[in-house]
């Protein structure tokens, strides 16, 4: 069945990276656009970062520009988050998204990371 698998949260210090990814096993990874979400406590869900399927565009939250990077492997049927320069703010569970939106739509969800960034 559909699966998407976040790993690479934790904690870190303000100023400091993770890398998270996300393991997509059992649809046709290359042919979804994919994202990562973020949630705070008491906070709407919100969009960090979105790559198309083919890899060839991406957009980012204002908040997160200039810092965080999105990037994907469809070979290996990953997407990744690259966060550096972590500041308090960025605490949230992190989620991936993929979503295929043609005559019908799929939108398919990990089960989110945690990252706490605090010192």
């Known amino acids: 069945q559909v699966q998407l698998v976040e790993s690479g949260g934790g904690l870190v210090q303000p100023g400091g990276s993770l890398r998270l990814s996300c393991a997509a096993s059992?649809?046709?990874?290359?042919?979804?656009?994919t994202s990562w979400y973020r949630q705070a406590p008491g906070k709407e869900r919100e969009l960090v970062a979105r790559?198309?399927?083919?890899?060839?565009?991406?957009n980012y939250a204002d908040s997160v520009k200039g810092r965080f990077t999105i990037s994907r492997d469809n070979a290996k049927n990953t997407v990744y988050l690259q966060m550096n320069s972590l500041k308090p703010e960025d605490t949230a569970v992190y989620y991936c998204?993929?979503?295929?939106?043609?005559?019908?739509?799929?939108?398919?969800w990990g089960q989110g990371t945690q990252v706490t960034v605090s010192s």
């Open positions: 059992g649809f046709t990874f290359s042919a979804y656009d």
């Open positions: 998204n993929a979503r295929f939106e043609r005559l019908f739509t799929y939108d398919y």
């Open positions: 790559i198309t399927s083919d890899g060839d565009s991406t």
